[in-house]
């Protein structure tokens, strides 16, 4: 659904994008221009005489940037960022070369590396990134401004590389994505099939001369993996790219390879949060059930992806397990990644933390910048995620606030207005406001057991069963309103036994919301806590900002007099506590403080 069709009204994701347009977005443009980013193009077209600043991959940031910036202008005009938009444009127009390439790194000094590293070198993905954000300007603004610096750069790939040309591959994985929606936009097949050239890398497109070198920096085609493994960005965007290359040509050995993925991910690899990728050495994907919590590295690029990626399994299938998967994602371990306030961000996102100061999970800046454009991106496009169309109606896959002028494949439009207080609360309300036939199908969640569906105040005979959509086929009169109601009950949630981390303990979920202690909430030794599971669970509202709803569970007390073994103590043991639960993303908002989601559980 594009961005523009999709107007939230207030609501828990209004608010966080209000705060993503006011602060995240210009205070990262001000980091970009105090640390020399935008300096690195300047230098490039000779308007400043200056050392390059940051890593190889910068250029990336700033693209990532623009194209936030252009969901923005997507979803309405904003004076100020457009005009702090259109002149990075401007600088960015002037660094590119008469020959369409574009690299700040790899200019004056190293203008004779380009395209030798191409396992670290990034200059693809660099690339990758600016064609997606000149598209998300072209469609903000119908300015090919931006647009045509990537299709140059995209020419330029073209006209030098691939079959029967010299050999590139990237380590990074991004190009894909942007060539495929770079065809989408254009209608140029050259750019879909460069897109199979990088993901395939076998016979059938690469000559025989080329192969050892696919080897050597992909490790080996994509339709070739049987399991994810390595860096776990690198992957999810592989299989984001890939999926879209399967989206537009529909080839039976991509999807076959797909589901082999996927079911690796989701069975054995993915967090409660929806993060992955456990292993700080390389920031790389562990062996399946290796999911420790406070070493995880769940990088907030990689919940994105992976959010990107169950995105795109959706529209391939229509199911709702890749609707289930994002919404964790999204609502855990991609909104964990950037504070309450919008000016500081996680790299990593754990699922604990022993308060340690020295441990700066939240930083405004980082040396390596990928993720908090990432995250502004994210939140700028989030509207057009939350609808979908099929041949014959709507899908609603996210539940907000909203009002959408959905347009159907035959070409006629629809108007729905959507009224929730989700994820706080699971009453849903849906009014049609055009007269017309077609079907209109709702997500029930996974998690939501004894969910009701009603037509204009009367129940529906068909049992809602979670993880489905609740499809509704019929002649709608304007007016007519469809509501749902999901329990948003409290639930402990237990991990399987080969998790090693999690035996003898359990995670408290409502709703799509993963909760988390923080000890700055506990009134007793935080370490020294245990949750009773079948307690009864209190909810209130937070101060935190947005007023959250927080929990209150039983629990116990067991003091261990500071041995550090001794001996089992009976079941019953410990004294009566209360425990105080928050949404996980709104963890270490007040400071370094002790942080777990999996909490031991004592049987009482």
Not at 147 to 162: K, M, P, Q, T
Not at 235 to 248: C, F, I, Q, R, V
Not at 477 to 495: I, Q, Y
Request: net charge neutral; with cysteine; aromatic share 12%.
């Amino acid at each position: 659904m594009p961005v523009a069709s999709v107007k939230l009204q207030p609501g828990f994701w209004a608010e966080r994008l209000d705060v993503n347009r006011r602060v995240s977005i210009p205070t990262l443009l001000k980091q970009f221009e105090d640390r020399g980013i935008l300096d690195n193009f300047l230098r490039v077209s000779g308007k400043k005489q200056t050392p390059r600043k940051g890593p190889l991959y910068t250029d990336s940031d700033l693209y990532k940037w623009m194209e936030a910036v252009s969901f923005v202008l997507q979803g309405g005009e904003d004076v100020p960022l457009r005009s702090q938009l259109d002149r990075a444009i401007e600088i960015v127009a002037a660094a590119q070369g008469s020959d369409g390439y574009i690299n700040t790194f790899y200019n004056a000094e190293r203008s004779g590396e380009r395209h030798t590293n191409m396992k670290g070198g990034h200059e693809l993905y660099c690339g990758g990134h600016l064609i997606q954000a000149g598209i998300a300007y072209y469609r903000a603004t119908g300015s090919r401004r931006l647009l045509d610096i990537g299709v140059r750069f995209a020419d330029y790939l073209l006209s030098n590389f691939g079959p029967s040309k010299k050999p590139i591959f990237e380590g990074h994985p991004e190009m894909e994505l942007a060539l495929v929606e770079l065809y989408r936009t254009t209608g140029k097949r050259e750019y879909l099939d460069f897109a199979g050239y990088l993901l395939r890398g076998d016979s059938a497109r690469i000559p025989l001369a080329q192969r050892d070198l696919v080897y050597l920096f992909t490790g080996k085609p994509f339709t070739e993996r049987t399991k994810f493994e390595g860096h776990a960005v690198r992957a999810m965007y592989a299989a984001s790219g890939a999926t879209d290359y399967y989206l537009e040509t529909a080839d039976a050995e991509f999807w076959d390879t797909l589901q082999r993925l996927w079911k690796d991910a989701a069975e054995g690899k993915t967090y409660i949060t929806g993060g992955v990728g456990s292993r700080s050495v390389g920031e790389a994907f562990g062996e399946p059930y290796e999911l420790p919590n406070q070493l995880a590295y769940t990088e907030s690029c990689a919940a994105i992806a992976y959010m990107m990626w169950n995105f795109r399994m959706l529209a391939a299938t229509g199911e709702a397990r890749f609707a289930d998967q994002m919404e964790r994602a999204l609502y855990n371990g991609v909104n964990s990644g950037m504070s309450l306030s919008g000016d500081m961000y996680c790299y990593r996102n754990p699922l604990e933390l022993t308060g340690n100061p020295e441990d700066k999970i939240r930083n405004p800046w980082y040396d390596t910048t990928c993720c908090p454009p990432n995250l502004e991106r994210v939140l700028a496009s989030l509207p057009g995620y939350m609808y979908g169309t099929s041949k014959d109606g709507v899908l609603v896959h996210l539940y907000h606030s909203s009002d959408v002028e959905a347009k159907l494949w035959d070409g006629s439009t629809v108007k729905l207005r959507q009224e929730t207080k989700y994820p706080w609360d699971g009453d849903v309300a849906i009014t049609v406001g055009t007269a017309k036939e077609f079907a209109l199908s709702l997500r029930v969640p996974a998690w939501a057991g004894g969910a009701v569906v009603e037509v204009n105040g009367k129940a529906l005979p068909e049992r809602a069963r979670p993880e489905s959509y609740y499809r509704i086929s019929r002649a709608w009169a304007t007016g007519d309103t469809v509501r749902l109601r999901l329990e948003m009950k409290p639930r402990f949630t237990s991990a399987n036994p080969r998790v090693r981390d999690n035996i003898g303990k359990v995670a408290l979920e409502r709703g799509p919301l993963v909760y988390c202690l923080e000890g700055v909430d506990q009134k007793v030794p935080f370490w020294e806590a245990a949750v009773i599971p079948g307690g009864p669970v209190a909810e209130f509202r937070h101060s935190l900002p947005g007023n959250p709803v927080a929990l209150r569970a039983k629990g116990v007390v067991r003091e261990s007099g500071g041995e550090l073994y001794s001996p089992v103590r009976k079941p019953g043991a410990g004294k009566s506590a209360e425990l105080v639960f928050i949404p996980y993303y709104a963890f270490q908002n007040r400071g370094a403080t002790p942080m777990q989601v999996w909490v031991p559980y004592s049987q009482q």
